[in-house]
């Protein structure tokens, strides 16, 4: 079947930004559904259960994750979660400097660290290490740090905070940290753990392609074999002007804001193909749980009220 699916953020994110009129209407005329929340984190089907990032975004970097467990341990700046990965536009040069000072505390300590990529450091773990809570960084992005340490009250927590603290004191007296502050850049100020897990037995998905910024998405896609790739700008740079598309597709808008662009580089667009018949049906999926499906057939629901938002 060929659908395209469009994951948005959660419809409060877009506040009081309106539909346009051509899209309130089909947007009242949808299908409409209320599911749980979160349906990013059921685009796959992975056994064992879990969500272990590390594992999957390790084996696209190095191709050895199988050998055993693995921690994200990444870059950040800030007493708050000001910037990680990415954002803090890091090099091999970076990353080459700092880590020799923090792999004698990691080593000693029977757990390995490494960067296959200047802004992804991993952790290497026995497969068999008891492991506190640790949340991603898109769940704290400028929270307080202290209000994320490494979860639970027993030796495992313990330990842990105490890594981290450590690691802080030598990243805080790191000289290319001063040299990066000199320079107008953020120095690296501590680490975050995150996505711990081995590499999955099995990884399933229903959709041809899966297309995001969200580096876990593409790590996973890639191993339930699939196509994978960052977000294109627009629907017309992900398919063409006027080409068809071959089963379903999923498309991750959740870090936009901006509905009038989502409407003029996807939803108008894509409403253009399920009327010429290049598409089956859309179906947008809000992040708080609520479900959209757009089919062609829609349009002679007269009855139907357009929508002014989403929240509507």
Request: proline share 7%; glycine share 10%.
């Amino acid at each position: 079947m060929n659908r395209v699916d469009l994951l948005l953020p959660a419809r409060e994110r877009f506040g009081g930004q309106r539909l346009g009129e051509a899209l309130g209407l089909r947007f009242g005329r949808a299908n409409r559904a209320v599911g749980a929340a979160d349906p990013a984190a059921r685009v796959f089907d992975i056994l064992p259960r879990g969500w272990p990032v590390a594992a999957a975004t390790r084996q696209r970097d190095a191709g050895d994750a199988a050998h055993g467990a693995w921690l994200r341990a990444d870059p950040i700046n800030g007493a708050r979660l000001l910037a990680y990965g990415r954002a803090l536009s890091l090099s091999e040069r970076d990353s080459s400097a700092l880590l020799p000072a923090l792999k004698p505390l990691f080593g000693d300590a029977g757990f390995p660290i490494d960067a296959p990529a200047p802004d992804r450091w991993y952790v290497a773990l026995p497969r068999e290490t008891r492991l506190p809570r640790f949340v991603s960084p898109e769940q704290a992005l400028g929270e307080d740090l202290f209000q994320h340490l490494p979860e639970g009250e027993g030796a495992e927590g313990r330990r842990w905070r105490a890594l981290l603290s450590e690691a802080q004191v030598v990243l805080h007296n790191h000289p290319h940290n001063l040299a990066r502050a000199e320079a107008g850049l953020a120095p690296v100020n501590s680490l975050w753990f995150w996505g711990a897990g081995a590499l999955p037995d099995r990884v399933r998905c229903d959709y041809a392609g899966v297309y995001s910024d969200d580096e876990a998405l593409t790590a996973f896609g890639a191993q339930a074999g699939i196509a994978s790739g960052p977000l294109p700008q627009a629907w017309s740079e992900a398919v063409g002007e006027g080409a068809a598309v071959e089963g379903a597709r999923l498309f991750d808008l959740r870090a936009q804001r901006d509905l009038a662009l989502i409407q003029r580089d996807w939803l108008q667009p894509l409403a253009q193909a399920l009327d010429r018949g290049a598409l089956a049906r859309v179906a947008v999926l809000c992040a708080d749980g609520e479900r959209f499906e757009l089919a062609r057939s829609q349009r002679w629901r007269f009855w139907r009220k357009p929508l002014r938002s989403l929240l509507d």
